[in-house]
């Protein structure tokens, strides 16, 4: 194993009607909070209400609107201007993936003076973050439950991964009963990305037992319980367990000694959904298979032979040329269940902008650092077999 530093300090509080516990977790970070949503599906559900009538003794601002793929401007500048404005104490964030990330960011451009790009892009280490809590409202990227965001600019095409010790919640309300009315669509999608979070992990030179371990079993998790909310979209115990893995897929657990991997196929849909703006896990479901095959060699096979027995059940008598093949398609063959458009013509790209994307990835991701290094000709390959 190499050596790590782990560490999460949010507290998770799960279950039916976790959200009473708000006000308590709110009082010790002081009384002027901004509350930060999206577009409005919390109202649909009376989760809206429900928090305000939660914070009846606070003063509560509010910023609405944030949309998928969170934009720098408007959603980010505007929240730090009214967390300035307002002399905010702490930002209540509820909704899912974006509205977490975009108040991450928030929280951290609201105590520094200058541009909240420069803390996003690490031209400045930020010194502080005003506190953050949630109510997750749609399980997916994890972002309740780590460091991290992900902010567009949409004037650049810039898709940036932003992590930072300080932007860890303080606390994440996990009812899974909230996340009944969630599409589909946006069911399908976010088990794509939390599967896709871990096999970034997955795939990497240096793990052990213990990490391949939990990898598959959440990703077995995912599997399992992503199929039957697909079916029955008000199946507390699958929604449950849907909820508890997405959050632990991407908080570092999962890898604890491992080596990095580059998180390529991440690197790469950052381009797709900043160029396109399509959602983040309808682009990892096409992307991943394709970046599988593109990497498959002699010193990678070994990989998918133990993802694809462990994962899917393939025979491991067969020669490991076989199983890994077999193991790519079931990948294939398992976004294809979920319903996930499976190539970029799907989801309204073509050919036009391919070379720039790759060039733009190449420069900006730094995959030739990647477990399997991809070269600018590598990454236009895999978009073009995405096609």
């Known amino acids: 194993m190499e050596n790590f530093i782990y560490h999460t300090p949010t507290k998770l509080i799960f279950g039916q009607n976790a959200i009473t516990n708000l006000p308590d977790i709110l ?28 914070l009846a ?39 899912g993936g974006s509205v977490l990330d975009c108040s991450k960011a928030i929280c951290a451009g609201a105590l520094y003076d200058g541009d909240p790009w420069d803390l996003i892009t690490y031209r400045v280490k930020a010194k502080a973050a005003l506190p953050l809590v949630d109510v997750l409202t749609l399980a997916a990227t994890g972002s309740e439950y780590d460091s991290g965001c992900v902010i567009s600019r949409t004037e650049t095409n810039d898709k940036v991964g ?61 599997i399992k319980n992503a199929k039957i909310a697909l079916e ?15 959050s632990l897929a991407c908080n570092g657990i999962l890898s604890v000694g491992n080596s990095p991997s580059g998180w390529p196929c991440h690197g790469m849909e950052h381009a797709l959904s900043a160029y396109y703006d399509i959602t983040h896990g309808e682009g990892l ?10 990497i498959l060699s002699p010193e990678t096979t070994e990989r998918f032979v133990s993802f694809g027995t462990h994962i899917f059940g393939i025979d491991a008598a067969l020669p490991a040329a076989d199983i ?50 991809l070269s600018e000709a590598d990454i236009l390959s895999i978009l073009r077999a995405s096609l």
């Open 27 to 54: 009082r010790p970070l002081g009384q002027r909070v901004l509350l930060t949503y999206g577009g409005g599906s919390i109202k649909k559900i009376g989760l809206y209400d429900e928090v305000k009538r939660l």
């Open 57 to 95: 003794d606070f003063k509560v601002f509010e910023l609405s609107g944030i949309a998928p793929n969170p934009k720098y401007d408007p959603s980010v500048l505007e929240g730090v201007r009214l967390c300035r404005e307002h002399r905010i104490d702490v930002v209540l964030a509820v909704g």
């Open 162 to 222: 932003y992590i930072d010790e300080h932007l860890f919640p303080v606390a994440s309300i996990l009812d899974p009963r909230y996340t009944f009315s969630v599409s589909k669509k946006q069911t399908a999608a976010g088990a794509a990305d939390a599967i896709n979070h871990v096999i970034e992990q997955y795939f990497c030179a240096t793990h052990s037992d213990l990490t391949d371990g939990m990898c598959e079993s959440v990703i077995r998790s995912l």
């Open 232 to 246: 029955h979209p008000d199946d507390e115990g699958a929604r449950g367990e849907f909820m508890v893995d997405c």
């Open 285 to 294: 479901a096409i992307l991943t298979p394709r970046w599988m095959h593109h």
């Open 324 to 373: 890994a093949e077999q193991t790519i398609q079931a990948t294939y063959d398992l976004f294809t269940s979920f319903g996930m458009p499976m190539h970029l013509r799907d989801v309204g790209i073509d050919e036009t902008r391919l070379a720039e994307m790759a060039h733009h990835i190449a420069e900006n991701e730094g995959l030739d650092n990647a477990w399997a290094p």
